[in-house]
C-alpha cells in the first residue's frame, strides 16, 4: 500500500490550494481516505475523512467547516482536499491517510488508520 500527497505550496491568506492523495497497491475504493495535519510543535490533528464503498460518510474538523471539501475519485485511486479562505493557522504539514475496516464513528482518530502519505507542506503567509 502506497499513498503519495501532493498539492500544496504557498499562499496568501484568503487563497486556496487542492490537494491530493494517489492510492496504490490496494482497492482504494474499499479504504476510507482522511486528511490530517501537524503544525510545528503540535500533534497531528484530524481535518476531514470520507468513507469508502458502500457507506457515504463525511466528516470535517469544525475548524475547517464551510471552507474545506473532502472528495474522491475511485476511478483515478485518487482523494482530494480542496482548501478555500485559507488562514495563517492552517499552516501546516498535510498527510492523507488510508484504512480499510476504519468505522464511521472513528474517522477522525488518527490511530486507526494504518496507511499515510509522506505530508506536503501547505504554507499560508502574506
Known amino acids: 500500500v502506497q499513498l503519495q500527497a501532493s498539492g500544496g505550496g504557498l499562499v496568501q491568506p484568503g487563497g486556496s490550494l487542492r490537494l491530493s492523495c494517489t492510492g496504490s497497491g490496494f482497492t482504494f475504493g474499499r479504504y476510507t481516505m482522511g486528511w490530517f495535519r501537524q503544525a510545528p510543535g503540535k500533534e497531528r490533528e484530524f481535518v476531514a475523512a470520507i468513507s469508502g464503498w458502500g457507506r457515504s460518510a463525511i466528516k470535517y474538523a469544525d475548524s475547517v467547516k464551510g471552507r474545506f471539501t473532502i472528495s474522491r475519485d475511485n476511478a483515478k485511486n485518487t482523494a482530494s482536499l480542496q482548501m478555500n479562505s485559507l488562514k495563517p493557522e492552517d499552516t501546516a504539514v498535510y498527510y492523507c491517510?488510508?484504512?480499510?475496516?476504519?468505522?464511521?464513528?472513528?474517522?477522525?482518530?488518527?490511530?486507526?488508520?494504518?496507511?499515510w502519505g509522506q505530508g506536503t507542506q501547505v504554507t499560508v503567509s502574506s
Open positions: 491517510a488510508g484504512d480499510q475496516n476504519l468505522i464511521v464513528g472513528r474517522m477522525a482518530a488518527p490511530t486507526e488508520y494504518d496507511y
